[in-house]
Nanobody, 126 residues
Framework: QVQLVESGGGLVQAGGSLRLSCAASGRTFTTYTMAWFRQAPGKERDFVGCITRSAGKTVSRDYADSVKGRFTIFMDNVKNTVYLQMNSLKPEDTAVYYC????????????????WGQGTQVTVSS
């Protein structure tokens, strides 16, 4: 129905930047939210941020306090790809990052999202 393929993870130094990509294919929704979550070893899956789109327009964005001002989510609706631009990276940002999509207007709980990418590892060295 919906397939999400992630890319862009890797190893960076503290203070550096990475851009993660999540390419979507399959069924297209008129209104949806694409979100990013992350999970470090032994930790719970945490909300990073999300973008809500309706009728081809971005209507809202939401970010966790831990990344606000450093991370930005944006969408290329031609490529049907959502991006997570990560700047000023910190070692505590190290985690597997997952993108997800749901037919909803936003939400911070991972249980709300029906479709998930495979995850991509981000490692930030000090």
């Amino acid at each position: 129905q919906v397939q999400l393929v992630e890319s862009g993870g890797g190893l960076v130094q503290a203070g550096g930047s990475l851009r993660l990509s999540c390419a979507a294919s399959g069924r297209t929704f008129t209104t949806y939210t694409m979100a990013w979550f992350r999970q470090a070893p032994g930790k719970e899956r945490d909300f990073v941020g999300c973008i809500t789109r309706s009728a081809g327009k971005t209507v809202s964005r939401d970010y966790a306090d831990s990344v606000k001002g450093r991370f930005t989510i944006f969408m290329d609706n031609v490529k049907n790809t959502v991006y997570l631009q990560m700047n000023s990276l910190k070692p505590e940002d190290t985690a597997v990052y997952y993108c997800a999509v749901g037919q909803l207007l936003g939400g911070r709980s991972w249980t709300l999202y029906a479709y998930w990418g495979q995850g991509t590892q981000v490692t930030v060295s000090s």
